[in-house]
Structure formats: C-alpha cells, structure tokens
C-alpha cells in the first residue's frame, strides 16, 4: 500500500529534550516536506526536500532541522524543543511529475 | 498578503443542501489547484485537483478555477452529515512549492 509513515503518532516530552519525529514513504517521490497545524494558522511549512541531500526551509524553520540522506526517509529534528513548538505536525510527499501531496497520519507534539 | 485566503466559517448547511467553499489566491504564477478534506485531528485527504479554467465535477464535488479572477472555488451537492469537515484550498506554484490556506469549517445538519 503506497503511504506515508510517520512516527510516534503522540509524543509528550519536556524543554530541551532533543527528539526526532521519523517520516518515510514508499513511492519513490522525489518530494518531501514538513509541515505544522496550528488552530487559526493553517499548515504552514517548516522545511521541504526536492531530492536526497537536497533541503531547504520554509516558512517556519526556526528551531527545527532536517536530513534527507536516502529518498524514502526525511525526519524532522528538534534539537532543543520548547513549548511554543507544541503542535500537530504532518510529513507529506510527492512526485515532481505529478505534484500532489500525500500526507502522514500526523504526529501530535507537546512540549511542557 | 497571505498567498491563499478562505472565509474560516464556520459554514452550516443543512443536510441535502448545495454547500459553497471559496478560495482566492494571490500569485499569478500559480499552476495547480487543490482541496482537501480534513476531518478533525486527522491528516489532509485530497477530494479535487483543478489544472485549468472552468469546471470540474467528481461526483458530488464540483471544483470551479477563475485564473483571472484569481479564485477557486468548491461546491459539495447534496450535503451529507459525513461531509462535516475543515475544507482547506491549495495552490502549487512551480516545482513542488504548495501554499494551503487555513481552512473553511464545514458542519452538515442533519
């Protein structure tokens, strides 16, 4: 079954505590990108990738990091996570030949 | 200014009803159009794509494109309950840049 996967789905950790919230997809797409959801903000992007070691940022990059070291993964990083990063986050992809966006199941973060 | 503006809502229709969702965009350089679903809590799912001017129809969906006017719109024929959700209206400009509004809140009364 073609999908992204992202994982935890729930994650609960406290300021500074450095995680990674993994994403992999298998349909071979070029594209990957991040995203955080916010009430009355929409998605707004945080970093996105045409291609394997090939970022580059968003509208929200601070605070953040990535790594696009093969085509299927594409983790996002928080090296030193602080409450205002509390948020729901999504990974989606796509192929640069037919650009739509398939996105994760969404990884619901909270920083106390 | 935002790339991608829509009316927040909430919009109620009732059930059977035509609902109407709208969207405009700002840059002229956009090439694709897109709406997805999103029930609450859940990831974004894509209902329609719209490439150029003019109507199109899947089923009870209908996405309208107006280039000039510079505004997409979605109509959902004979509203069902299951449809109440945040509808949220997409451009992609080239390559693989996408830029989402922040969504219409749907709710179908039974």
């Known amino acids: 079954e073609a999908q992204v996967t992202q994982n935890p789905r729930y994650l609960i950790t406290v300021t500074g505590k450095k995680l990674t919230v993994t994403c992999s997809q298998n349909?071979?797409?070029?594209?990957m990108s991040w995203y955080r959801q916010d009430p009355g903000l929409g998605l707004r992007q945080i970093y996105y990738?045409?291609?394997?070691?090939?970022?580059d940022k968003g509208d929200v990059p601070e605070g953040y990091k990535v790594s696009r070291k093969e085509k299927r993964n594409f983790p996002l990083i928080l090296e030193s996570p602080s409450p205002n990063q509390t948020s729901l986050y999504f990974c989606?992809?796509?192929?640069?030949?037919?650009?739509?966006?398939?996105f994760g199941n969404g990884t619901r973060l909270t920083v106390t | 200014q935002k790339e991608v503006e829509q009316n927040s809502g909430p919009l109620s229709v009732p059930e059977g009803a035509i609902a109407s969702l709208n969207c405009t965009y700002s840059d002229r350089g956009s090439q694709s159009f897109f709406w997805y679903r999103q029930y609450s809590g859940k990831s974004p799912e894509l209902i329609m794509s719209i490439y150029s001017n003019g109507d199109k129809e899947d089923g009870r969906f209908t996405a309208q494109l107006n280039k000039a006017s510079q505004y997409v719109s979605l109509l959902i024929r004979d509203s069902q309950p299951s449809d109440s959700a945040t509808y949220l209206c997409a451009i992609n400009l080239t390559g693989n840049q996408f830029y989402f509004g922040t969504g219409t809140s749907l709710t179908v009364i039974p």
């Open positions: 990738s045409m291609n394997v070691e090939v970022t």
């Open positions: 349909m071979n797409h070029e594209y």
């Open positions: 989606a992809s796509s192929s640069t030949g037919a650009p739509v966006l398939h």
